[in-house]
């Protein structure tokens, strides 16, 4: 059975550890029900979701929109009124306009390698001179 492809985190992205029992009808990534979502009868994984709701958001006439944050306003609300709801989409929405207006990178595991010994590779300060500002 395949595992979740959701990235799951903000500032280092991690793999989900869920087996998927879905599939997201956007981009095709299987996904489990925790990092899924539906919206007019069609099931998207919480990155596609939350496109989809920002898309449906910048449709509407200016009026109708509170202002930029409408989407993640719209989905923690209806998080806070029933706790049952998913907030994957105010949460991704919140991480997706970040790394936007941020123009943040997130780590992931690729990143983790280049702090990993190489074998036979030691730390030795030989330079210590036991003084204060020695560290």
């Known amino acids: 059975m395949a595992r979740c492809e959701v990235k799951k985190g903000m500032f280092i992205l991690k793999e989900c ?3 998927a029992n879905q599939t997201c009808s ?18 998207f994984c919480v990155e596609c979701g939350t496109a989809k709701k920002k898309q449906q958001l910048r ?3 200016a009026r109708q929109r509170r202002n930029r944050n409408s989407v993640h306003d719209e989905e923690y609300e209806r998080w806070m009124t ?10 991704y929405g919140i991480r997706d306009d970040f790394y936007h207006d941020s123009q943040y990178s997130p780590f992931d595991e690729q990143d983790y390698s280049g702090f990993d010994a190489e074998s036979g590779q030691e730390f030795y300060d030989d330079t210590d001179s036991g003084g204060f500002m020695d560290s």
Request: proline letters at 3%; one cysteine or more.
């Open 17 to 19: 550890s869920n087996f």
């Open 26 to 43: 956007k981009c095709s990534k299987s996904i489990c029900s925790k990092h899924s979502t539906q919206i007019e009868d069609e099931v």
């Open 59 to 61: 449709s509407l006439p």
């Open 82 to 91: 029933d706790r049952n709801t998913h907030y994957g989409l105010w949460y």
